[in-house]
């Protein structure tokens, strides 16, 4: 049974830099990873945040171009998020996914997704 199973998540001040890692276990074989955002305190929609495929292209969100960097260690399956220059917009449970594209490349449609991690909480103060 595949588990993806995020860890890193804290509290931090405006400016601060976090780092978030996912171990994907149970046989994960997906093409495409990435993490999503949502932050239930203010009622938004879950986000896509950053995507990375098996030959390593990334995707980002404008909102984290530059400040974060997505990257995937294989064989291990191990994906991370490094976050830099943290924003209070920032905030809100994060989350890992995996699967598949619908077309030729990874994006952020949640349906390609068909693996998610339970989230792990980032909280930026100002």
């Known amino acids: 049974q595949v588990q993806l199973v995020e860890s890193g998540g804290d509290s931090v001040q405006a400016g601060g830099s976090l780092r978030l890692s996912c171990a994907a276990s149970?046989?994960?074989?997906?093409?495409?990873m990435g993490w999503f955002r949502q932050d239930t305190g203010r009622e938004r929609v879950r986000e896509w945040v950053?995507?990375?495929?098996?030959?390593?292209?990334?995707t980002y969100a404008d909102s984290v171009k530059g400040r974060f960097t997505i990257s995937l260690a294989n064989p291990r399956h191990t994906l991370y998020l490094e976050m830099n220059s943290l924003i209070p917009d920032d905030t809100g449970m994060y989350y890992c996914?995996?699967?598949?594209?619908?077309?030729?490349?990874?994006?952020?449609?949640?349906?390609?997704?068909?693996?998610w991690g339970q989230g792990t909480q980032v909280t930026v103060s100002s």
């Open positions: 996914a995996g699967g598949w594209p619908a077309g030729d490349h990874c994006t952020g449609w949640e349906d390609s997704y068909k693996y």
């Open positions: 149970g046989g994960f074989s997906g093409f495409c």
């Open positions: 950053a995507l990375v495929d098996r030959r390593g292209r990334t």
